[in-house]
Each structure stands twice: as C-alpha cells, then as structure tokens.
C-alpha cells in the first residue's frame, strides 16, 4: 500500500480551506441566509472542495481511481462556486477583476506573503495561517473586493487541483492502480509457487547421495524425446518414492520407473 492521508501538506488543500472559511464569511456578511438558498449552496460546493480533496488522499493507499474521482469531484465544486461568485458581481453590478488588475495581483501575491515557518493549521491567530492573510480582504472590505478575492484564490486552487489531477492520471498509467498491483503480486506469488511445486520436496529426508550419478545417467523421455528429471512423488500410493519424469512437465507427463 503506497503512502496515502498527508493531505494536509497539500497545498491545493490549503488553499480550498481558505476558500471555505472565506466563503462562511463572505455569505454571512452579504447574502440572507432566510431568503434564499444561495447560501446553502455556495458554503456546500466551499466544503466539497475541501474536503474531497481529503477523502481522495485518504482513499489513495487502496484505490487510486477513487481518488481521481474525488478530486475531479472537488474540481468541479470550485467551478460551481466560482459561477456563484461572478454571478453575484453581475447581478449587484460590480465589476470583475481581470488577471492584471492591481488588486488582483496583491491578492495573489499574498500566496507567498509568508515568512516561510509552516502555517499552523490549527491556531487560527497564526499570522502564517493562510486564512489570516486574506482576511482584511474578506471580512474587513466591500463586497466587491471580498467576491473577487475569493474568485482569485478559486483560480489558484484550479490551477493546483488541475496539476494535480495530472499527476495522478500519470502515476496511474505508469504504475498502475492498487487492484492491479494486487493482481500482478497475486500472480508472481503463483509462478512462485509452481516453480517450487516442480522441485524435489524439501522435507524429504531421504539419502540423495547418489543423485549426481543418478542424473548423469538420466533417459530420454518415451514420448517426446526430452532428457528426464529425477523427481520424488508427494501424494499417493507410492508417496516418498523417486521416478523419472519428463523436463518438459506440464507440456509433456511422461514418466519412467526407476
């Protein structure tokens, strides 16, 4: 089973937190949760996001289709998200910010605004949490700042959950899911196991000090002309005794008494 769980490091779940939490902000300043279900929706397809990407890592030691489909899964949550976010823009008439707007670019550059200790991603106050960078622009600004921010930070977590995909799509192709690595592992441990069957029984004690002589005079086989092998019988009547049998066994079953 391959390492699997540590999706915490992962920086496409890191971001998708964010996302979540600002999202609970964001609908808790702006939209009615009592008027409409819009809230619902939007803090749901947040928490999919999040939280597909966890059940994927985790779900990767065993099945590694499962966790493609989970984070595609959370892929396409952010994508509904993000039509909510500009529906918002659009319909409260507020602009949309291009790539290139100045805002949108301080917000993106908040991404490596940290001091490079990692982020505590339990203790909300850490000014390294990735959370309390983009406060103020969320919960401290206009709605059009809070909604474009959030859409900046939706792109960023694409663009990793797209790279991501992408790599798990590779490993897959190259290595092979868990289920066929069972099954290539269940395979050898068979081989493995009629290679031994085809060798002369280790628990037999019996005095193999004549079995260079005995194979140095080895007959043909009667059937197909192959040199024989000298092999002990393990089952049967005849349990224990030696005989000669066929090298090309199974192809070929001839035997000869000893």
């Avoid at 969320?138 to 990793?160: M, V």
Wanted: aromatic share 6%; proline share 5%.
């Amino acid at each position: 089973m391959r390492p699997h769980g540590g999706y915490r490091n992962l920086r496409s779940f890191q971001v998708t937190e964010i996302i979540y939490d600002g999202t609970v902000a964001f609908c808790a300043r702006f939209l009615d949760a009592r008027r409409t279900r819009l809230v619902d929706q939007m803090v749901q397809a947040a928490r999919s996001g999040r939280q597909n990407i966890a059940e994927g890592s985790r779900a990767s030691g065993t099945s590694s289709q499962t966790e493609l489909r989970l984070v595609g899964v959370a892929r396409a949550s952010l994508d509904e998200l993000l039509l909510d976010y500009e529906d918002y823009l659009r319909q409260h008439g507020l602009p949309l910010w291009s790539k290139d707007h100045p805002k949108a670019r301080e917000v993106r550059g908040l991404a490596a605004a940290s001091d490079g200790r990692p982020p505590d991603q339990t203790d909300r106050t850490d000014q390294t949490n990735g959370y309390a960078r983009y406060r103020p622009f969320i919960e401290e600004s206009d709605a059009e700042t809070a909604a474009n921010t959030l859409i900046c930070l939706i792109h960023q977590a694409n663009y990793l959950l797209d790279r991501q995909i992408a790599a798990l799509e590779k490993q897959f192709v190259d290595e092979g899911g868990y289920s066929e690595r069972l099954a290539a592992a269940r395979l050898e441990a068979r081989r493995r196991r009629a290679t031994q069957s085809d060798r002369t029984d280790p628990t037999d004690q019996t005095d193999r000090t004549d079995q260079t002589e005995k194979t140095a005079r080895a007959p043909n086989c009667p059937l197909c002309g192959q040199p024989m092998t000298l092999r002990t019988a393990r089952k049967g009547p005849q349990a224990g005794s030696q005989f000669w049998g066929c090298a090309g066994y199974p192809k070929c079953k001839g035997t000869l008494a000893l």
